[in-house]
C-alpha cells in the first residue's frame, strides 16, 4: 500500500489532485458505484460516455481509496488494508500519472 499512497500523495503535493466526482471532460456528476475511465491529460476520471477511448480503468473501489489518498487520510488507508487487486490497479495508475506529468519514464517503478 505504501508505494500507491507515496505515488498519490506525491502527485496530490504537486497541485494534481485527481479530479473524482465529475467527468473531466462533460463536468457531469458520476456515480459512485461505478466503474470509470482516467484520462491523465484531464487529471480525473470520466464518465462512461467520454471515456471510451481512454486507457486507464479506474474501479470504484480504487476511486474511494484515491478519495481518501487526495485527502491527505494516508494513515486510514494503510490501517484498513486494501485488497491487492485495487492496490496494483493504483499503483499501475500511480507510475501512469507521474510518468505523464513528469514526460518521462520511472526507471525504478518496476520496482514498486
Do not use: I, K, T, Y
Not at 25 to 31: A, F, L
Not at 86 to 106: K, M, Q, S, T, Y
Amino acid at each position: 500500500a505504501v508505494p500507491a499512497a507515496s505515488l498519490w500523495r506525491l502527485l496530490c503535493l504537486s497541485g494534481l489532485d485527481p479530479v473524482l466526482e465529475r467527468c473531466v471532460r462533460c463536468d457531469e456528476p458520476v456515480g459512485a458505484g461505478v466503474e470509470l475511465r482516467f484520462d491523465l491529460d484531464g487529471g480525473g476520471v470520466c464518465c462512461g460516455r467520454c471515456g471510451r477511448d481512454v486507457r486507464w480503468r479506474c474501479s470504484p473501489e480504487a476511486r474511494a481509496v484515491l478519495a481518501e489518498l487526495a485527502a491527505g487520510r494516508v494513515r486510514r488507508v494503510l490501517e484498513a488494508g486494501v485488497a491487492p487487486a485495487v492496490l496494483g490497479e493504483l499503483e499501475r495508475l500511480g507510475v501512469a500519472a507521474v510518468e505523464h506529468h513528469a514526460e518521462r519514464r520511472l526507471r525504478a517503478a518496476a520496482l514498486l
